[in-house]
Nanobody
């Protein structure tokens, strides 16, 4: 059974930090490299951090140097450490298989996401 459960969001002041967690079903986690996506109101969903098939990591330019993606294979969990948060980071954050093309987002399974709000 596919499952993606995000947690750890909240409201923080600019410059603050949050650590997001994503508990994934083994059927997803064990097969695919995982990534984090976000969607702000009125904007397209975008991938912000991900593991690659080569075992490296990818970060969007907007978060590079501030966000770090990690995982715990034993727990089927992927994390996103978010530091130096900015108001423009405000969005609903989702985890999913890494490298999804935007054209397939609407057809993919998504969890509920977790809201991150950064105040100025």
């Amino acid at each position: 059974q596919a499952r993606l459960v995000e947690s750890g969001g909240g409201t923080v002041q600019a410059g603050g930090s949050l650590r997001l967690s994503c508990a994934a079903s083994r059927s997803i986690f064990s097969i695919n490299p995982m990534g984090w996506y976000r969607q702000a109101p009125g904007k397209k969903r975008e991938e912000v951090a991900a593991f690659t098939t080569g075992g490296s990591t990818y970060y969007a330019d907007s978060v590079k140097g501030r966000f770090t993606i990690t995982r715990d294979n034993a727990k089927n969990t992927v994390y996103l450490q978010m530091n130096s948060l900015k108001p423009e980071d405000t969005a609903v954050y989702y985890c999913n298989v890494a490298g999804l093309r935007p054209t397939v987002y609407e057809y993919n399974y998504w969890g509920e996401g977790t809201q991150v709000t950064v105040s100025s």
